[in-house]
């Protein structure tokens, strides 16, 4: 199918009533963006942010009348005083399947490969997972992923007890098993997480050995290993959750951490935690140790 799209400019206070405003004239998807190359690293849980300066794109399908569309919008509150924008037609493509170009496999150290679903693997005798990202964060193309994947596929993890807090996709809960985990314990505060991760635990024909969990209802241990890629607030104010899950002698990672973050977040865990020294992939580091 053909489509048009309107390209509006718009504020960090204006781009959620310019959105509502293209739903209520039947746009069907419309797509945030930042104008100006902005990062908006740390969100609260469920909060969200919007760029000073963020671009409102709004799809069409390509015969709607797109002169009806200006003339709405240029007459809301919103966008009286300044109307910028621009109407473009978009190229007749498989939309999901070039989406699907961005991904392919990539090997983490020396025997670990993330795939994507709907590709071959690359190595049938190495450590293969399949993955579906779907709707939740975690593909193994973001630093911090890759920095605690890299982190899994060193450590000994025959027979152990892992927890994955804030699982996103499944993606390190999964490769701990395909490494040798006996047990996962998938923990995050969103649904979705865990119904991506239990999609993509069965497509790696591992579901009985993942469980997931909201975090209202996750179990008492204390686990061999535990991985935490999340963001560095929620780091420093959940460390006692987090650290009560792991046993004394235990292996933890944490990462969703940027450069300038990292000794912030340290000195939440260097009290019960012996750290190794901290390890840097571009703005992003991961922090590992062994609980005392």
């Not at 609260?44 to 671009?55: D, S």
């Not at 006692?240 to 990292?262: F, M, N, P, Y």
Request: charged share 20%; glycine share 8%.
């Amino acid at each position: 199918m053909a489509w048009i799209q309107i390209r509006i400019r718009a504020t960090e206070s204006t781009a959620d009533a310019i959105s509502d405003h293209l739903m209520d004239i039947g746009c069907p998807s419309v797509t945030f963006m930042d104008t100006k190359d902005t990062p908006i690293f740390e969100p609260q849980p469920g909060e969200v942010k919007y760029w000073a300066e963020t671009t409102v794109i709004g799809l069409f399908e390509a015969n709607h009348d797109m002169q009806a569309v200006v003339d709405y919008l240029k007459v809301q509150p919103e966008l009286k005083e300044q109307f910028h924008y621009k109407i473009e037609q978009l190229e007749d493509k498989d939309w999901e399947r070039e989406w699907m170009k961005n991904f392919h496999p990539i090997r983490f150290g020396e025997r670990l490969w993330i795939c994507p679903s709907w590709l071959d693997v690359p190595d049938p005798s190495a450590v293969n997972v399949m993955l579906d990202p779907g709707l939740a964060f975690g593909t193994g193309t973001h630093a911090t992923t890759a920095l605690c994947l890299k982190w899994l596929e060193g450590l000994d993890l025959s027979g152990k007890t892992v927890v994955d807090f804030g699982c996103g996709s499944g993606i390190l809960g999964i490769a701990a098993i395909k490494l040798g985990a006996a047990r996962v314990i998938g923990i995050d505060i969103d649904q979705q997480a865990l119904d991506a991760s239990q999609d993509n635990a069965a497509r790696n024909g591992i579901a009985e050995q993942l469980e997931v969990y909201l975090p209202q209802n996750q179990p008492h241990l204390e686990a061999d290993v535990v991985v935490a890629n999340i963001l560095a607030q929620p780091l420093r104010e959940l460390n006692e959750v987090i650290l009560s899950l792991l046993k004394s002698g235990g292996d933890i990672a944490l990462s969703g951490v940027l450069a300038e973050q990292a000794q912030s977040v340290a000195s939440h865990y260097d009290q019960q935690v012996n750290l190794a020294p901290i390890e840097q992939e571009g703005d992003w580091v991961r922090i590992s140790g062994v609980k005392k």
